[in-house]
């Protein structure tokens, strides 16, 4: 059975930083493309952030430059590291998993996290 955990969320003020973990079980972690996306409320879900390998990712422009996507494949990890947080970042945050395949689509992923609150605010 396929398990993607999040942690990490929280209440940050703007141009704050928070980490995002996602710890993934049950399949071939290095087999999986994976990705972050976000929910805001009354929103649809939206790209965030893809790795395959270090020289294989790619970031929604909203937030590239700010935010870091990186993954450890001994601990079945993927990270993403949120610099200089604005009010509009504040979402339901997912990790997901596509099986060797590259995509920024919902559609693309087999998996998908429960999600992390994330919260940007003063």
Known sequence: Q???VESGGGLVQPGG????SCSASGLTFSSYTM???RQAPGKEREFVAYIWSEISLDYA??????FTISRDNAKN???LQMNSLKPEDTAVYYC????LRLSISVYGYN???QGTQVTVSS
Do not use: C, D, E, I
């Not at 422009?61 to 700010?66: A, D, E, F, N, Y």
């Open 35 to 37: 990705g972050w996306f």
């Open 77 to 79: 990890t993927v990270y």
């Open 61 to 66: 422009s909203s937030v590239k430059g700010r």
């Open 111 to 113: 998996y998908w996290g």
């Open 2 to 4: 396929v398990q993607l």
């Open 17 to 20: 930083s928070l980490r995002l």
């Open 96 to 99: 997901a998993a596509a099986r």
